[in-house]
């Protein structure tokens, strides 16, 4: 559960995974491509306007709905449903950085005037969705559940195409081994330090 740059990355490779699947005819990418349009674009559920719940529930199967929230903030449906999850989590020293560009940059969060106030207010979990330590002791609980697959960042970047293939795996993709390099070529981002 890693915020900005990690989420979106992760979000771009599973399109693409989900994209290429051979389970999708031409003909069906097209109904889900005109669906997904009239959602329209939001960075996040947790960003989304009242009415996107409803717009989502019209989109096709297969919907990727992405977020920041802890499992207690989800409603308790998705955990009794047929959906699929996906949890990156990153090493906290990495998720504090992310988090307070994230923070800084989110025009409806309130910025932070240093990086000791923001630090402060991550480490007592007095950030706009709470702790990001007591976020991952929560998702810990659902460890063993069957349609939750956890990811490491640090592990999916070392070796992104074994972590790609997990993924696929998890949700039932079915992708030729050729196709494996190509979106990790098409994903793959330059960090700056």
């Known amino acids: 559960m890693k915020f900005s740059k990690g989420t979106n990355w992760l979000d771009q490779m599973v399109r693409e995974l989900e994209s290429t699947d051979a389970k999708y005819t031409e003909e069906g990418m097209k109904e889900r491509i005109n669906a997904e349009k009239k959602l329209e674009i939001f960075p996040c559920l947790e960003f989304g306007d009242p009415g996107i719940y409803e717009r989502m529930k019209k989109l096709p199967s297969r919907r990727i709905i992405l977020t920041h929230l802890s499992p207690h903030l989800l409603p308790p449906s998705i955990f009794q449903s047929k959906a699929k999850i996906l949890v990156l989590v990153w090493n906290p020293k990495e998720t504090s950085v992310s988090y307070y560009h994230f923070y800084n940059n989110m025009l409806v969060l309130p910025s932070f005037a240093s990086w000791d ?65 190509r979106i990790a070529k098409q994903t793959s981002f330059i960090e700056s330090s």
């Not at 998702?139 to 790609?164: A, F, P, T, V």
């Open 117 to 181: 106030e923001y630090f402060a207010a991550f480490m007592n979990g007095k950030l706009a969705w709470g702790s990001y330590f007591d976020c991952l002791v929560e998702w810990n609980k659902y460890l063993n559940h069957e349609r939750i697959m956890m990811i490491s960042y640090e592990q999916h970047k070392e070796d992104q195409i074994l972590g790609m293939k997990r993924i696929a795996a998890a949700f039932g993709f079915s992708l030729c081994e050729e196709y494996f390099p």
